[in-house]
């Protein structure tokens, strides 16, 4: 077909859209088994790799390739079944095999009749989103789950000290539960805080911006509390230290009583170096009884001081103590300052202080009974076993507890080392410390040193250490170091889990902060507590108005019973799937969203609440807008496009220019919406216009005519012009036309006039029951369907014309044949008459042999003009009355040829040479000019042969009677195989007996 000058404006402009549509789209037939795309865009072939004569005749599943096995593959099968559109997302494989998350957008378009016959197909490569949606995801449950697991408790506030999040085991220091205290004020709700040292923690945190550790006790529990300051708020962290606290203060007590029983004992108590045997300390009591001050023996030896009464009781002492390492209740004699002798007994251990080894001496009078030495015994046996439980106590600690020389060695170092680093305290005694510490961090661990040795304490310093296995763990660090004393005492904590659990919450952190999207925590109440800078600016509340609203301050009114449902589903563990919503914003805007809904479980695995994750789709949803209107226009345009194509064909292969009217008129009515369409035609010859087609019309106007220059449509096809009332009412017409269309009800008309090459045909009239102004796509479809009525009046006219032209040329042709075919008879009296038989024979013969009309054509011209070759042969040959000479017979033979030199150049009459040619050949192969043999001879000339035989016999000449018919057919019968061939001589017998 032809296309009209500007008659697809749109229909291309679509195309080049698609062509260079950055969006993959593609078109498949609906109308064909399993929907084949019929169109690939460039866009699509650069997303999966294919090139488009991969992929034409294919469906799209193809791209899943065997990952069939998804939610958004039934929701396209669903949405085709019911001729719908969907948007899913579907994982797909490209060319190389390399997959990507591609969200596809089906829509369906409609013929005339509203029958689904193809599919738009839409393809956005949302791979980043899917992954990132599954990282967050990720990032979600592992700190969740980390911040559940640990034993100690994490509490995450706001700057107003609401509640943002709590874990169970700080939910259970207070007896409460994670939902108890979740969006809540901290002080509010757990009124103890009101006064304690955690509020004051908060507040000097917050003003330093650094972190903050305290002890306190609470709820009958002593709390080791660090508190984390942010710029959103405060981070604590509770560890339960009551029995760490505990111990601590046995040991305290222990050393007190020590000190007590040393000071208060009823027993002189002397400590001497091993050494030297001088005197380092002893008790008020021996100054009484031996009569001494301090200054008078402190660094004095007994010998010195001459306090051994018997020298040999010193040397039996000293053997024993060789011996024994200690001496228990020997009895001995002391010179007291004052000279006389004092009786006693005495016990004699060894102590290690610090680095010294001592003597400790007991000396207790002989005088005093049985009772007081008991009591001895028993406070002796009591600081020993003090001694053992202290460092039981050690042992049984979780932190590593160390004591660290002025080598920087381990000097000493408890159980928890083995479960902490790997080593046994046997392993890290006498090493040096930094041997097992990260090289990275010796500079920051020797600042450290120096800064205790100097008289600072350490808290919470942290650095690595190198496990027995390579592996490192973050310890945290306190140390002091007396004054005096050369041993640095050191308590450390492995804080390797709470570190990776602070990295994981930072890093959560910022990324649902930096979230486009808004992000919530609900908890099933309905009550936020969780609130991003996403949210902010899709809903314009500050986290300060968000948190602890319920969900009603976003979720429009209508939706609060879909809003509840969601969260009791949730509640119950299920796992809503994404779903489209509306949202209403600070300044009253409703926004259109796309939520994910995700439970948020406990360290039970209870559902607490529900993280929420809204994208605004008001771009999406536009967008989508904006291709349902293209989708309809083009549907439009497709329509209007089949429409203007069936016209086309009628054009071409109808002649019947009612029907191709007909039509016109049925598209005026279905894609004008006319409610009322008339077809006139103009006579030219006697000006009217006659009604040649009429729809929605009460009274029948087929056949009616108007003069040119009456009527609106006389008007229309005087002036050329098209004509537009929008409105009848109102319009100047005469009264008679208006009265005939006020009764037919019709209030708006346009007309146009039916033109072709400069000519008006006719006039295509458009009538409205109400009033009715033309837009310009309705302009542009009406002028189309005028121009092709135009040329379907055309065409039928010429068609018109052009048969009676022909007819009249066939029926020239045909007189002048015959013409030439009585001049042959007249040129050979003999055979007048001869050309008219054989002619009329043969066609009936052929018609029986089963040639079509059209060939019937040719066989009648093919006979008259059979010898028409004889028109080149002399006279004197020709009418010769006697036998001819050879030569003359071969001049008489070449007339088959002649005829072919003189028709040949006639092009109407080439496909009639057959007879001409070739009517003398014969079946054996003994005739002539070409001596052809059985069908290598054609079947008309085969007919021809039998009948001019025939013709011949039959007929009189000069120089005799013709024969009967009988003994002619016996010899066209005894030929047959011969001269003729069989299967026509039976034709031609079975015609003459009909």
Known sequence: MEELPGALPSSQLLQQAFDHSVVGTVITDALQDDLPIVYVNPAFGRLTGYAAAEILGRNCRFLQGGDVRQPGVQAIRQAISQGQGVTVTLRNYRKDGTRFYNEVTLNPLHDETGRVTHYVGYQHDVTAREEAALQVARAHRLLYSTLERITDGFISLDRDLNVTYVNAAAARIPGMRPADLLGRNLIGTVSELADSAVVQALRDARESGKPLSVVGH??????????????????????????????????????????????????????????????????????????????EIIERSPVDLNIWADPLELEEIGRLLEQQGEVHNCEARFRLKSGSIADAVISIVPVQLGEEACWVTLVRDITTDKQARQQLEAS????????????????????????????????????????????????????????????????????????????????????????????????????????GDPLMYCVARDVTARRAA???????????????????????????????????RLYGYTAAEALGQTMTLIVPEELHAEEAEMLGRAGRGEWPSPFESVRVAKDGRRIPVFVSVSPILDVAGQVIGVSKIAQDISERQAAQVQIQTLNRDLQQQLRHLTGLREID?????????????????????????????????????????????????????????????????????????????????????????WEHLHQEGLMAYYGAPLMANGKVLGVLEVMHREPFDPSAVWLEMFGMLTGQAAIAIDNARLFRDLGQRNLELRLAYDETIEGWARALDLRDKETEGHSRRVTEMTVRLCRELGLSSEQLVDVRRGALLHDIGKMGIPDAVLLKPGKLTDEEWGLMKRHPDYAVNLLSPIRFLRTALDIPQYHHEKWDGSGYPLGLKGEAIPLTA????????????????????????????????????????????????QMLGS
């Open 649 to 737: 064909q009628m054009i071409t292969s109808s002649q019947d220019l009612s029907l191709i009217l007909a039509r016109i008129l049925d598209h005026v009515e279905q894609q004008l919406g006319a409610n009322a369409a008339t077809v006139l035609l103009l006579d030219p010859h006697t000006l009217n216009l006659e009604y040649a087609g009429t729809r929605g019309f009460a009274k029948s106007l087929q056949g009616s005519t108007l003069r040119l220059g009456t009527g609106l449509a006389g008007e229309v096809a005087l002036n050329r012009q098209p004509l537009s009332l929008p409105d009848l009412s109102v319009a100047s017409i005469s009264p008679t036309w």
């Open 218 to 295: 609470l709820f009958g529990k002593w709390l080791d509390i660090t508190t984390y300051p942010s710029e959103d708020g405060t981070s604590v962290l509770f560890k339960d230290i009551t029995e760490h606290h505990q111990t601590q203060e046995r040991l305290r007590s222990s050393e007190e009583r020590f000190t007590k029983i040393f000071q208060a004992a009823p027993i002189a108590i002397i400590v001497s170096r091993v050494s030297d045997h001088h005197y380092i300390d002893a008790n008020p009591e021996f100054f009484r009884q031996s009569g001494y001050t301090r200054e």
């Open 380 to 483: 002796e046996a009591q600081f020993r076993r003090v001694a053992a439980e202290l460092q039981h106590t050690l042992d049984l600690s979780l932190d590593l507890i160390a004591t660290v020389d002025a080598n920087k060695c381990f000097l000493k170092v408890n159980a928890a080392s083995q479960p902490i680093l790997g080593y046994t305290p046997e392993e890290l005694a006498g090493r040096p410390y930094l041997d097992f510490v990260h090289p990275d961090d010796w500079a920051r661990t020797i600042l450290e040193d120096l800064s205790i040795t100097s008289g600072q304490s350490a808290t919470a310093f942290q650095n690595r250490y190198i496990r027995k296995d390579g592996t490192v763990a973050w310890l945290e660090w306190a140390s002091v170091m007396p004054p």
């Open 942 to 989: 085969r007919a021809f042969a039998v009948v001019d035989v025939y013709d011949a016999l039959t007929s009189d000449r000069p120089y005799r009677q013709g024969w009967s018919k009988a003994r002619a057919t016996e010899h066209i019968q005894h030929s047959a195989g011969t001269h003729f061939d069989p299967l026509v001589v039976e034709a031609f017998m």
């Open 502 to 536: 602070e990295e994981d919450q930072a890093f959560l952190a910022s990324i649902v902060q930096t979230s486009r999207d808004a992000v919530l925590g609900v908890r099933l109440d309905g009550t936020i507590r969780a609130w991003n800078a996403g949210a902010e």
